[in-house]
């Protein structure tokens, strides 16, 4: 007698599952309904944190383009940007250093330390790609004059606010991101310097209307970050790689130079030529003489204490790798003087006997002298 085999039905699609589970998918459909609702009713004030405010249009030939303008407004749009940056970090860190970090075995120290360039290489290189596409797109290659002609520049294209946003969103939520990755209690005034230079110089050129010469510094600066980082990273892989260290110290000099005179061109020359002179802040304009030494003297003297810290790193890559060498070659000397210690001495023939050599019968190897008659 033969049995029929029951066919066995899908969890998901059998009755049981849908009596049980009713409530929650009822709720799960209200849910959506209430977000849909509230992103409806919010959606202007959900706006203020996710795009630039104080667009304006500018008539142009072509027809019309929105431009836009700073306000107190941007502060609401990069708090809501640092707690995306704080979610990307944090991908970063989880999915891509730690897993790299684990294979090395990497000391506390340079734990920390490959952390640290890991997200600053990701950030510079990201942030490379970007401002190189800005400015090509702006034509600020294209047009050096475009500079400092028309300053003050109120009115900036929606890539370049943006930008400059996202900029300020980073560095500030690295703050936080020093309690949250444990940075030691030595590492956090070296991190708390830069972090504060770069909002520094980041915001003062978002304010002053200097927004085309500082997305040329940026790219400048990133340029050579990204490389000094990715020869730290490389460094803790492998300890006799250095190749890269040589490029950065090359690249640092030249984005030096070429920083200090495209500064000098932009603030001394160009826009001391601009009719306006007038300070004028609720126009945006502040191209006075003291405005403009003083940001230039900001500029050279960031530059100047750069190339210090430069020529200090470089003086003790240079004594510790003198002293490593004087090192070896003292430990190669003092090897080669153990071996010759080592070696057996070559006896003479006989054997001794109180001090005495005794030929092999007995006698004494050395001739007797013979009495004279």
Known sequence: MGFRRRAKSHPVFSQEFLIHNHADIGFFLVLCVLVALMFEVTAKTAFIFILPQYNISVPTADGELVHYRYGLKDLVTILFYIFIAIILHAVVQDYALDKISRRFHLSKVKHSKFNESGQLVAFHLTSMIWC???????GYFSNPRSLWENYPHVYLP?????????????????????????????????????????????????LLNLTRLGLILLLLQYVAEFLFHM?????????????????????????????????????????????NQTFEPEKGNFNTLLLRMGV??????????????????????????????????????????????????????GYHENGVVKAENGTSPRTKKLKSP
């Open 132 to 138: 190189l596409y800005v400015i090509v797109t702006e």
């Open 296 to 349: 230039l003297l900001v500029v050279c003297l960031f530059q100047t204490w750069m190339m210090w810290r430069f020529i200090h790193f470089q003086l003790r890559r240079w004594r510790e790798y003198w002293n490593e060498q004087s090192a070896r070659k003292r430990a190669a000397a003092s090897a080669t003087i153990a071996k010759q210690q080592s070696k057996p001495l070559k006896r003479e023939s």
């Open 231 to 275: 020869a730290r990273l490389v460094y803790f892989t492998d300890e006799n790689n250095e190749k890269l260290f040589n490029a950065w110290a090359v690249v640092f000099v030249v984005t030096r130079l070429f920083t200090l005179t495209l500064s000098v061109l932009v603030i001394a020359f160009g826009l001391a030529r601009e009719d």
């Open 158 to 206: 929606f890539q370049v606010k943006f930008f400059y946003l996202c900029q300020l969103s980073y560095w500030l939520h690295a703050l936080p991101e020093l309690y949250f990755q444990k940075v030691r209690k030595e590492e956090i005034p070296r991190q708390l310097q830069y972090i504060c230079l770069y909002l520094v110089h980041i915001a003062g050129a978002y």
